[in-house]
């Protein structure tokens, strides 16, 4: 377990369950092993079977404890049936993931009918779908940690206007329930993603990889993120360590969403430090 090199307590998660959805691959299942790790027993979902074993089979390697679920986030009767099983295989749900997600990049006037609509109805109408089950079957009574997975959209999102515009939905949404829920003892967080090194990014056209590549350097670490810096965000802010936080969206984007032209990163400045006593002006 130790091959995670986790910051946290072995224990921190002992007797909590978890579920990340997408958890078979990328940031999910990198998150899912961080709580496997940490002591959770962790379900993890998603529309691909063979995606799910390989990760329930890593898990097991590690000497974690994992169950999985074939579920389509969009399909209500679906995650309502996912809320059921965990229920019957671990009796309660402590922490839910909403990692599950995606999109095509395409410029704007070209998405067609069925590609919004399938980008809107899987960031945003599958996000409040889990949400929503795991709060009537499990959250209402007993309290509980959402963690919802967005992106980094402020600045709008040129060539993904459908994600975009769905995760600044569910950035509100998660303001929302926050509010609504905290006297059932829930809190609801984000986090918000840069450009992060995952499978998931190996599913784009190889005609938009050089761009991403370009992108992924328009911050101050001057890099794309890992799995890990985003699973330690999202294992902080499921954790009592942050008991007084709800509502709050975290930027994991090594300062992408503030990204100024005139202070790229690696010291480029475009005109004189200031830093020098001998460069003042
Ligand atoms: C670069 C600058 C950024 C630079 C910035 C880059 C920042 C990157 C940050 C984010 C990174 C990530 O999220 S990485 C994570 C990426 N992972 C994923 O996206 C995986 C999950 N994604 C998906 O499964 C799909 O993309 C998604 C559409 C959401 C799922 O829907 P479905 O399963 O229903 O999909 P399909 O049936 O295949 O498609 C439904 C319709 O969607 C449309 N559609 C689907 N793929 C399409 C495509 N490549 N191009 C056009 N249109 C497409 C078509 O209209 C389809 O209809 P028909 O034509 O009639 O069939
Ligand atoms: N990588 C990045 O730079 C960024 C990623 N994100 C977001 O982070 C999340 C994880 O992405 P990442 O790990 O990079 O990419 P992946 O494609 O590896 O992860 C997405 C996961 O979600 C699952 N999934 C997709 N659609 C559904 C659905 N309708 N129902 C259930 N599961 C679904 C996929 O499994 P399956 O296909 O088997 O269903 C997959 O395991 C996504 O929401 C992504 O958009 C946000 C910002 C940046």
Redesign the pocket.
């Known amino acids: 377990m130790s091959a995670l090199n986790s910051i946290f307590s072995p224990a921190l998660f002992k007797d909590k369950n978890v579920l990340v ?9 990198r998150a899912a092993r961080e709580f496997a790790a940490l002591g959770a027993t962790v379900f993890i ?4 079977q063979e ?2 074993d390989r990760a329930v089979k890593a898990i097991h390697g590690e000497g974690g404890r994992v169950e999985s679920v074939v ?4 399909d209500r009767d679906a995650v309502v049936e996912l809320m059921q099983t965990v229920s019957d295989q671990a009796g309660k749900l402590d922490i839910l993931i909403n ?5 095509f990049p395409a410029p704007a006037e070209t998405i067609s009918a069925k590609g919004w609509q399938a980008v809107i109805d ?2 945003l109408t ?1 996000t409040f779908n889990v949400m929503q089950a795991a709060f009537n079957k499990h959250f209402r009574k007993k309290g509980g940690a959402v963690v919802n ?4 959209m402020w600045q709008g999102f040129p060539m993904m206007a459908h ?1 975009g515009a769905a995760r600044a939905a569910v950035d509100n949404l998660t303001k929302t329930l926050a509010n609504e829920w905290g006297r059932h003892g829930v809190r609801v967080n984000a986090v ?5 090194r ?4 190996e ?1 784009y056209d190889p005609a938009v990889r050089p761009m991403i590549e370009e992108a992924g350097k328009q911050n101050q670490a001057a890099r ?1 993120g890992t ?1 890990a810096e985003v699973a330690a965000a999202l294992v902080f802010l499921a954790s009592p360590a942050a008991a007084y936080i709800t509502g709050a969206t975290l930027r994991i984007d090594g300062g992408q969403s503030i990204f100024h032209p005139l202070y790229p990163p690696n010291g480029e400045r475009v005109w004189p430090a200031f830093d020098d006593e001998n460069e003042k002006p």
């Open positions: 959805t997408g958890g078979g691959s990328g940031l999910g299942l979902c998603g529309r691909t995606k799910l579920c389509d986030i969009r990692n599950a997600g995606g999109q899987t960031n599958g997975v967005i992106a980094d994600t918000a993603p840069g450009i992060i995952t499978s998931g990014l599913t794309m799995e």
